[in-house]
């Protein structure tokens, strides 16, 4: 096939850079072919071209939408079939791939997300129509929504007050030629007179203000009054005391909306047909309407202790069943991502027990496809080392050493100070290889050899000190790998296998390049057409942050949330490099307002607000459900799970690199600090073997394999 290709389009195959120009499509039966084929059958290329001149017409309108997931269309873009493609690249290696995409919901699910609660509506109602017990009471409350009618006065046992407003002069019963009879104080008589210049007022009293001109202002003033009172109303049930064309009616909705007062929508959802008519309400009763369904979703929600959140954790992280794979190890690090933890505890403790087939094989390859990168995140400074430090000592295996994905590395650093080169002091092997990767971009470990001079182990230990500052990475973690692995150890392995060059598999080091953000402050929208404002979630009023830092602190928070699946304050105290919480609330906030996730108290004993995605509700729940059956599970003190101190009683265990927790159903019961063996619960001498095993047991190494069974 790819002969033919060659034949009869050859610039297909060529690489973009060689190719002059446009790339030319030849008049050959089979290339048309093909194109008609893709373009016609495979897709609709002649309905895109359709929709495309109907919106340049005008005749398809756009209307834009704040959704909780991505549309149909935009999930078919992003999933697009390989010929919608012009290069021949490995579907794994599509860009694709790295956007996050949700969890498809039914049309049930999708029609729940933001429902607001028939209860909360019905209670905003009761509070926003006013209650009168007093003649001044009931003015107050003709002045408040305009005019009320016959009916609802009489409904609410308001006819001997009006009749005592009617012989002061305060109030006036309007007839209309419809049969409508409305109550209309003084001073609001004269937008009632302008709407309807036959009507009848009895008693005839004369309107406090004049009557305006102006139709259209003076219908604006009255629906305005009636949607204070009324909360989610129709068009019609708005007309029906009026009997005004619709169309009137629907013009002065509109301007009200366009000043911000009003807002259009489907709240009053039928339990039967999940369908209704648009209605309208005031802002500030929607905004309430809404804080009462979220505080009833909240009072839903039975919040599970510490330990049931460190088995749920347990569960989250698949430390409980660990998954296989390369897909399985790009999750866990995605989870992880940010999290700075000892760099030789990410193959010998974390990732392994995730992965139940890790091999460093693995981990090598995400980083060499460019999908992941290694770096000190957040390295040390001066203030931290000394002024009379000369240089820094070269990564060993406590340093911190973080994984992100390559498109995020710039959210991460928004929150990370990179080590300035000018006021820290680097040996001079150091600085020799750090301005031959400036002046040469990315090298392999032998071109840097070449052009410093140095020898293989004074280029490694120049190397590790600049990793140790934060300012190279390489291509593959073997590199570091290599760095942090004493030299005895190596010179072992290259003993054993002859030809065996550790820092040539590292690929090319490279600098880690700075952040390069705009400096522009805006403001951003939330649902209110252009206005660029930003709003809590009680809109208690506006919020200014920098563009690009405002989606830095969107992703960290997305991430924080896959990593816990449950995020409050206490929880994210033992991480390093996070926004402040009240920018990560304002996100979390926002998304609950989504209906992206859930807002209430999900577990016992800490303070502040908690968030929670829908799915792991699901599973808090079902954890909540099951038997406690003494399920025992160790985890190296380094993991990010080492929540001892904070989480769970106690005290804190050091993030060190031999010290181990044993938890029973979720509950730390015994630690290994420094090779000494400390039991925090009572344990029966039968099952004490068993703890000690289980809490001493290291996991597999990359290459285990277990020996042959014994024949009987």
């Known amino acids: 096939a790819e002969d033919l290709i060659a034949l009869i389009f050859p610039d297909q195959l060529a690489c973009v850079e060689n190719i002059a120009g446009d790339r030319e499509v030849p008049a050959h039966p089979l290339v048309d072919q093909t194109l008609a084929d893709c373009l016609h059958e495979l897709m609709d290329i002649d309905g895109l071209i359709e929709v495309l001149e109907g919106i340049e017409a005008g005749r398809i309108a756009i209307t834009a939408r704040d959704l909780a ?54 209670q905003v109602r009761e509070e ?98 009636r949607l204070e009172g009324l909360g989610p109303v129709t068009v019609s049930q708005l007309n029906a005391p009026l009997a005004l064309p619709l169309t009137e009616v629907e013009t002065s909705l509109l301007a009200l909306q366009q000043e911000g007062f009003a807002i259009q929508g489907q709240f009053s959802r039928s339990d039967k047909t999940g369908a209704t008519e648009t209605e309208w309400c005031e802002r500030g009763l929607l905004a309430r309407i809404h804080r009462y369904t979220v505080k009833q979703l909240r009072s839903e929600i039975e919040p599970v202790s510490p330990a049931d959140l460190m088995r749920f954790l347990f569960h989250w992280h698949g430390l409980d069943e660990p998954a296989e794979g390369e897909a399985a190890l790009e999750r866990s690090l995605q989870q992880l991502e940010g999290i700075p933890l000892a760099a030789a505890s990410w193959e010998r403790d974390v990732l392994p027990a995730r992965i139940g087939d890790f091999t460093t094989t693995q981990l090598d390859h995400l980083c060499q496809s460019g999908r992941f990168v290694w770096l000190r995140l957040q390295p040390a400074t001066l203030k931290n080392t000394g002024k009379d430090a000369r240089h820094k000592n070269p990564a ?16 991460w650093r928004d929150f990370s100070a990179m080590a300035d ?75 054993r296998r002859p030809g065996y060059r550790p820092m040539a598999q590292a690929g090319r080091w490279s600098l880690l390049r700075p952040v390069n953000r705009g400096q522009t402050t805006i403001l951003r929208p939330v649902n209110r057409g252009q206005t660029t404002i930003l709003h809590d979630r009680e809109n208690r009023g506006l919020f ?17 949330l ?104 979720g509950v730390p019961i015994a630690t290994s600090i420094g090779g000494e063996i400390n039991y925090l619960a009572a344990i029966a001498p039968e099952v004490e073997w068993e703890i000690k095993t289980t809490l001493l047991r290291q996991t597999r190494p990359e290459h285990f394999h277990p020996p042959p069974p014994r024949s009987l």
Not at 164 to 182: F, K, M, W, Y
Not at 544 to 559: G, L, M, N, T
Not at 618 to 632: A, C, S, V, Y
Request: aromatic letters at 6%; glycine letters at 6%; hydrophobic letters at 45%.
């Open 69 to 122: 997931a991505p549309s149909p269309m935009a999930l078919e873009i992003i999933n697009a079939r390989p010929y919608a493609f012009l290069d021949d690249g490995a579907a794994e290696e599509r860009r694709t791939l790295a956007i996050d995409q949700p969890r498809h919901l039914d049309p049930a699910d999708a029609a729940a997300i933001g429902r607001l609660d028939p209860a909360a509506i019905a």
């Open 128 to 225: 926003a129509w006013p209650q009168a017990g007093t003649v001044d009471e009931l003015h107050d409350g003709l002045l408040v929504l305009g005019f009320v009618t016959a009916e609802e006065g009489a409904s609410g046992g308001w006819a001997a007050l009006m009749q005592r407003l009617q012989d002061a002069r305060r109030a006036t019963c309007v007839h209309l030629e419809h049969g409508a009879s409305l109550w209309v104080a003084a001073e609001r008589l004269h937008h009632v007179l302008a709407l309807f210049a036959d009507a009848k007022p009895e008693p005839a009293i004369e309107p406090v203000e004049p009557v305006p001109a102006d139709r259209a202002d003076a219908l604006t003033e009255v629906l305005r009054s």
């Open 544 to 560: 200014p942050i920098k563009e690009d830092r405002f989606v830095s602190v969107e992703h960290i928070a997305r991430v924080l």
């Open 396 to 411: 060993v295996k406590s340093t911190p050493i973080s994984f992100i994905r390559r498109e995020h590395l710039g959210d």
């Open 562 to 665: 896959k990593r816990y699946g449950v995020v409050f304050r206490k929880l994210l105290e033992h991480e390093t490099g996070l926004p402040p919480w009240r920018d990560l609330l304002y996100v979390y906030r926002r998304m609950e307002a989504r209906g992206e996730l859930r807002g209430g108290r999900f577990v016992q004993g800490f303070a502040g607000e908690q968030f929670a995605l829908p799915e792991a509700m699901q599973t808090l729940r079902r954890i909540r459900k099951q038997p406690q059956e003494g399920d025992l599970i160790a985890i190296a003190a380094t993991d990010p799970l080492n929540l001892t101190g904070s989480i769970t009683a106690g005290d804190r265990v050091a993030r060190q690199a031999n010290n181990r927790i044993l938890y029973r159903d």
């Open 421 to 495: 080169t000018a006021e820290i002091s680097l040996s001079s092997q150091a600085a020799a290889v750090l301005d031959s990767l400036k002046q040469w971009g990315a090298s392999f470990v032998q071109d840097l050899q070449d052009d410093t001079r140095l020898l293989p182990t004074q280029l490694e230990t120049a190397l590790g000190e600049l990793v140790a500052w934060g300012l190279i990475t390489a291509d593959s973690f073997s590199g570091l790998r290599t760095l942090i692995t004493p030299q005895p150890v190596l010179r072992r392995k290259m003993k």
